[in-house]
Nanobody
């Protein structure tokens, strides 16, 4: 069955870095644009980045632009999120998802398969 499993979340100090991974199984990610989202305590889910199916284009929310980098390794069926200069506002549960319909600017895009999330705490 289709599954996305995020990993790499941790507790870090402000200014620190982390790399999140999203390993897919049950399908081939090379057929999909892939995305990362996050949900902070008491807030709604926020889209933060998308990478096209072949990795040729990337998109970022203003809140993470210049600090986060999305990448993918289709041979490993895995998507990554490299996070630098982490701030307390980055504290959230981070999810990856497949993109069903992509629109830029992002609002209006649709996502279908989601992972369970990995926790990032910056303090």
């Amino acid at each position: 069955h289709v599954q996305l499993v995020e990993s790499g979340g941790d507790s870090v100090q402000p200014g620190g870095s982390l790399r999140l991974s999203c390993a897919a199984s049950g399908f081939i990610i090379s057929s999909f644009h892939m995305s990362w989202h996050r949900q902070a305590p008491g807030k709604g889910k926020e889209w933060i980045s998308t990478i096209t199916y072949d990795g040729s284009k990337t998109y970022y929310a203003d809140s993470v632009k210049g600090r986060f980098t999305i990448s993918r390794d289709n041979a490993k069926n895995t998507v990554y999120l490299h996070m630098n200069s982490l701030q307390s506002d980055d504290t959230a549960l981070y999810y990856c998802a497949t993109v069903r319909i992509w629109r830029w600017p992002e609002p209006g895009s649709e996502y279908n398969y989601w992972g369970q999330g990995t926790q990032v705490t910056v303090s």
